[in-house]
């Protein structure tokens, strides 16, 4: 019989937790900015920051992103969210990425990011 895995999450809330870890694995839950007043550029670094502070939490970083899926209000937006994200993600790390326009649950919200990543243990 095979050892029980881990399962840790973080940041549980009634509907949702915000991260699990299982098998040296991290899943984020769809993160969405706090500034709604902000544009693509703002919204996008500010949702980056917490997607940062939650691998880091579970012991990885953003050069372990193993898939990110980004949603965008607006296509529109798709090059002023590439700025953004050219600037924050390591070269040579460039993960698996799909970027798609979808109706997002909050009409304030430009962008939503959801990103699995390996972690250290």
């Not at 529109?76 to 953004?84: I, P, Q």
């Amino acid at each position: 019989m095979n050892a029980p895995t881990s399962l840790q999450r973080f940041h549980v809330g009634p509907r949702l937790s915000e991260m699990a870890v299982h098998n040296g694995v991290a899943y984020l839950a769809g993160q969405v900015p706090d500034s709604l007043d902000k544009d693509i550029r703002g919204q996008t670094a500010e949702v980056l920051a917490m997607v940062d502070r939650l691998l880091a939490e579970a012991g990885s970083d953003k050069t372990r992103i193993l898939m990110a899926q980004i949603f965008l209000a607006d296509l529109a937006d798709f090059d002023g969210m590439n700025a953004v994200w050219d600037a924050w993600v390591p070269a040579g790390h460039t993960p698996p990425r799909a970027t798609v326009q979808a109706l997002l649950a909050n009409p304030g919200y430009r962008i939503e990011v959801v990103v699995t990543a390996a972690t250290a243990g």
